[in-house]
């Protein structure tokens, strides 16, 4: 990419000498005075370009170092819309294109960003986008239940769908395949022997070696896109609660923070205390549970039984004060919905004081254990270049040494008053991102100590006002898997037109393809464990 | 008279060999904080089952309706040529150790076929991990036998046992390391804890389990109704051939009574053991195995040197 390519100026279009500039400005002081000349969604720098430089732009944010963090695309009258967030040093810029109507092919990200292949495939389902030079064009979350020319997101697709009675077999998609008189194709899932969330994968193994791994999901695909359109903001946050249910308070944040962020409302102080305390208790919750699960999946009967039983201490505890185990439909658009009991007040410090003696003793005990340790350590190697290469989130980055983490690199409130410091590993393995995740237990618990020691009386809901037309925002909070970002889009009426959540699981799932090569099959259910991507959350 | 109590033996042997998985199951549940079901939920299982029609593949041959039966037949027979709680009854006297070595065999080998029959990747991924596990436990087993078999200088386990109960206690090294020998080879024998996981989900881990997959109504009841009798058989074999005392030498009730009750306290106190050592440890990785058995063979073969330095 160079600064001397003149490219045509189109009214509002940016030539790319300009964007390369405002490349250049993220990470530096300088993204500030960018945001105020050019423009921006939420904390977003906004950069238009025209549809011939949406390539040459992938191309020039790869040379910059920029991490490729969601893309998504929308109808808007007889034209489309298609947006990329790009993200270094946690700096974010929207790139955002036009294509008129009448034309639907535009050059594809992932020759320059590999983890924008599903994403690209995700749009080009839903709403028919050609991606010229992708390398994939099977389908991938619009299974054979849609017809070739059904596109669920345009506006002419009805909300309800045109189900058929039977939806026909996938058999036409062609999986990565290997010849020869040892490798054997092993097909699991999309159901499981246990109670899980669906999902294909499509092994081929040289004896108990994996030489390749290949994912199909899209089976829990549940048409959260569509069923957003016309939602009042509650009902939003509402369904934003639901698009993985592991996951309620983050998704709902990001959403109630997207919104909050085109309609100018500010939550009160203690509603992002109170939130900050219902998102670091739900990372708690997880981590304690798939901590658990690592150690079922070992066969580890003693470290399960513990770790569930701590989780489910922890979830009536949530139940007794906030009224959900999950912590559900708490965050509403402009505060929460729940105070902090007095009880809680004080009764909390002691349940987490509790908790942390509990983990300090199970900690050596899991360190002991020779034959778990054999396990996890070494078991699911993941190199710190597919990590950059993907764009990978959360625990699985902060495992290779990567601290991607958006409560230190890009906090919003109440965490810029907070300074969390992202945990982090270097060896990349099972253990390194079950090890991560303990002492992220330990940085939550001080985290909401800190939060209870700061929390003042005060009012819990700012007053809602209805955005402008054409409103948008952009929501970025820490998931307990990774950067959950999402945009939305009002109409002039304050009902939504457009809601794209991107969970973290989205670059992690592919990760796990990486990860796996080189081990042995009867490890893949632990290192998939370790990763444990949100299948409800990728597929929509 | 003789071979009506041999008769009973057999059809107890299977008949309770259910009520002791149910037993052990009992006592890892209360270990892992949970509320257990009762120790016979294993016949109600078995009832369910047995009551259920069988689905069998298009692509099945006729190994696959077959196989459940041959396993079946092969444990409970196993279990007859075992004294249980009493020696010296004529079914031992028809078989030896080998034999029963050779029927643990056939019921793997149908097991294998059958798994491999229907066509699907799990039952050939389990029955190929099956007979890797059991290429490596069978000479490990087989040699902590032959210690047994240099000692009483007989390859009858009945005799043996017998002969062990005339000598009365004493301390002999080869019987400790076959002790351990044969220990290790029972846990990877009868599917548990840490070589294969009898309780799991993930089809990608399994050993055992993912053979039968493809099993259901009758025929899996079958199967595992002969795998609660192999783990069993397993039990009785350590526990009367290391700690014989009690069992029924005469055929007094009084004897024979003392023979049960002591063989329900030796089974008892394992299956406890059992579920200790399975809730403290982890599943190891498949390719550990090999060191595993390795090991169990040996601590076998170390008992069947010291026999020859220390005990001749």
Redesign the interface.
Known sequence: MTATRTAVKEDGFMVIDRLTASLQSLGTPEFGNEKAQAGAVGPALLCPVIPEDWGVAAEAAAAQGCRWAAGWGEARGESWVVNALLEKSGDYLLLRTVLPPGRTGLPSHTPHFPGAARPERHTRDLLGLKFTGHPDDRRWVRHQAWGEREFPLRPDFPLSGQPPAVTAPDRSYGFASAHGPEV?????GPV????IEPGHFRFLALG?TVLNLEERLGYVHKGIEKLAEGRDPEGLARLAGRVSGDTTVGHAWAACQAMECAAGVAPPERALWLRAIFIERERVANHLNDIGAI?N???????H?QFS?LRELWLRDNLRWFGHRLLMDRIVPGGVAVDLPAEATSAMPGAMAALRSELEELKPILDE?T??Q??VVG?GVLPERIVRELGCLGYVARACGIGRDVRERAPHAPYDRLGVKAVTRSDGDVAARLYVRYEELFASLDIIDQCLQRIEPGPLRTAWRTPPANAEGLGLVEGWRGEIATHVRFDGSGSIVRFFPRDPSVFNWPALEKLILGN??????LCNKSVNGSYSGHDL | MDWLLALIQAVLFTLLAPLFSGWLKWVKCLLQNRRPPPPWQPYRDLRKLFGKRPVVADTASWLFPVTPYVVFCAAALSGAIVPFFAVDLPTAAIADMIVLVGFFALGRFFLALAGMDVGTAFGGMGSSREMTIASLAEPAMLMAIFTLALTASTTNISVAIDYLLDTGLALRPSFLFALGGLLLVAVAETGRIPIDNPATHLELTMIHEAMILEYSGRHLALIEWAGQIRLMLYGVLIANIFLPWGLAREFTPEALGIGAAAIAAKLGALAVALALAETSVAKMRLFRVQEFLGFAYLLSLLGMLSHIILEV
């Open positions: 054997n194709e092993i097909p699991v499981h022997a246990g109670i108990e150690c999946d070992t066969a580890f009967a003693f470290g039984y039983r254990s034959i778990f054999d396990r078991a042995i099959v009867p490890d893949f259910p």
